[in-house]
């Protein structure tokens, strides 16, 4: 299928989801739906450097939260002023582009390093930036912040369906976007990485240029799923803002589902976090972050290449 | 008659790994068209010398020029889309690709960079299925890689050095561990690239093999080039039977 017609289905998919939504009355579903698109976003964002490049990202937490508080700050400085009132997709617009231009910088520092160095790299980097927002006083510190969303939303009324539909748009536009590469030149690209960087060099492939566009692009899609979390929780500190989860859910998804391709995270974060939300409400939400660690474990040693690595010799077997 | 400008110029290039000293002031010069044999004991700088060529390593000492141009300093992927491709002492294909993906990258980020503009669709698969068709893997062309045998694995190593269309094309041990009759399969391989006009430099443990597709035969040991001139006089080169033969 061309991209242009997979983008105009995804988005004529999103619109029917968010359509069918709007006949439920009970929040919960928003807030769990929330959640669930949330780590469509995040796993997918994750898998472009993680699952086309095999660079292994723990760093996810903290450009989550630099999108998180890229709001927190933009919010303080013109909305709690009264200077400009900033709606949430500018916001979103913006800590994307703090957190593509982080990204971008993680991967310079880091890119030079393969294998367990990069992750352990990418996971100090994310204690980096987690001491520093916990000292920085403007943004509440180890304290936290406060966000007092507007009693009703554009579009929809209620604040909560508003942020659904917002991060509804988020995930169809990561889906369209991993969808996208994965067809280009810069899929195939990032595939050689993946697969083996020296023949990648020797066959003309820039490595280092495209792991710098994957981090970027990896860093922007997981700030701006960050962006709306102050206005999900209506307060943010350092401990939910890089919450260890993020990092372990990001790359849980991803490996559950399927790594090689833009179907497995959306596999993955919609089987996973559909599993935790209910865990969650009916046992615990430390019990489904034990579930996710089992998993994980269970499919790296039963089925590495995930759900779709499990069902592709079925669906080849069909086609032949 | 004007003389012929080399398309590769090694000059007292040196490198050094810690206190091992792997090439020590190599120079050489490889003329378009030509058939370069490279050989050496182990350990005597070969797999050293192509890495410093291509620019997955860099040499400490001694510049490179390839085409006119000091490729000192370049990466690898720079080098390749000037024209110098290689292949693998161990094959190294892109194992989630097809085959036909496999030759599809040197075509999309090399050939077209030289050519100036992209590859249409269209004729990125009509190359692919040439270059299979060069190489005999043609009924392959949608496998992956571990579906090949050893020495199909070569041919589509070569083929991925061809899709980059390369001025010079360096073998680096393409016929290892293959048999009498794969062993001619590549020389014959590499006698048609070379009637294309590639130049190529052959590294080879396999002697018959050297012989037989050389013009010209240098000589690698302990990192210093010990001979470099016609095959057959190279090897009834006292120093080279020293070094292959002991005293």
Redesign the interface.
């Known amino acids: 299928m061309r991209s242009w017609l997979f983008t105009v289905v995804v988005i004529v998919a999103g619109a029917a989801l968010f359509a069918v939504s709007r006949f439920i009355q009970n929040d919960y579903f928003f807030f769990a739906g929330y959640v669930v698109l949330q780590y469509i976003v995040l796993s997918t964002a994750w898998n472009i450097l993680g699952g086309y490049c095999g660079y292994v990202n723990f760093g996810t937490a903290a450009l989550f939260a630099i999108g998180a508080y890229t709001s927190v700050t933009i919010h303080k400085l013109l909305v709690t002023s009264r200077i400009y009132p900033v709606s949430i997709p500018e916001l979103i617009i913006i800590a994307g582009v703090v957190s593509a231009i982080v990204g971008l910088g993680i991967g310079y520092l880091t890119l030079r390093l393969r294998g367990a160095f990069f992750s352990i790299a990418t996971l100090a980097l994310a204690v980096v930036i987690q001491t520093f927002i916990t000292n920085w006083d403007y943004v509440g510190g180890s304290r936290g912040a406060y966000v007092i969303r507007p009693q009703t939303a554009p579009l929809v009324g209620s604040y909560i369906q508003y942020l659904f539909l917002v991060m509804l748009v988020l995930a169809v536009l990561s889906i369209a976007v991993a969808r996208l590469i994965e067809r280009s030149r810069l899929g195939y690209g990032f595939a050689t990485i993946r697969d083996d960087e020296i023949a990648a060099e020797a066959s003309g492939v820039p490595t280092l240029r495209l792991k710098l566009i994957a981090t970027t692009l990896s860093g922007a899609l997981m700030g701006m799923a960050g962006a709306p979390l102050p206005y999900y929780v209506g307060y943010l500190d350092p401990a939910s803002g890089f919450n260890l989860a993020y990092a372990v859910n990001s790359i849980a998804m991803p490996v559950i589902g399927g790594t090689t391709t833009w179907i497995g995270p959306l596999i993955g974060a919609v089987l996973l976090g559909t599993l935790q939300q209910w865990v969650t409400v009916t046992i615990s939400s430390a019990v489904s972050l034990l579930i996710v660690g089992l998993l994980l474990v269970g499919f790296v040693i039963v089925a590495p290449n995930g759900l779709v690595g499990l069902m592709r010799p079925l669906f080849e077997r069909r086609h032949r | 008659m004007t003389a012929v400008a080399p398309l590769l110029e090694v000059d007292d290039v040196s490198k050094r790994f810690g206190g091992f000293v792997a090439l020590d002031g190599v120079s050489l010069t490889v003329t378009p068209g030509e058939r370069l044999g490279l050989i050496g004991p182990n350990g005597s700088g070969k797999s050293t010398l192509v890495n410093c060529l ?3 390593l860099h040499n400490e000492s001694g510049t490179v020029r390839f085409d006119g141009t000091n490729v000192n300093g370049m ?3 720079q080098r ?2 000037l024209g110098m ?2 292949s ?1 002492q161990l094959p ?6 097809s085959l036909v ?1 496999n030759l ?3 075509l ?4 077209n ?1 030289r050519r100036g503009s992209h590859f249409t669709a269209a004729e990125i698969e009509e190359r692919c299925g040439e270059l299979l068709r060069l190489v005999g893997l043609d009924a392959k062309s949608r496998r992956l890689p571990r579906d090949l045998t050893q020495v199909e694995m070569r041919k589509l190593e070569l083929a ?2 061809m ?2 269309d390369p001025k010079l094309l360096i073998a680096d041990e393409a016929m290892a561990g293959l048999s009498h009759s794969e062993i001619e399969d590549i020389l014959k391989l590499l006698d048609r690239l070379n009637e294309h006009g590639i130049t190529i430099i052959l590294i080879e443990h396999i002697m018959r093999a050297v012989m037989s597709f050389s013009q010209r035969l240098v000589v690698l040991v302990s990192g210093k080039k010990i001979a470099d001139g016609n095959p057959q006089d190279v090897i009834r080169d006292p120093e080279v039977e020293r070094a292959y033969l002991g005293q």
């Open positions: 291509c620019g997955a990466t690898a992927h390749t889309r491709a290689r693998f190294r294909p892109f194992t989630s690709l993906d599809r990258i040197p999309i980020y090399s050939a960079v991925r050095a899709g980059a």
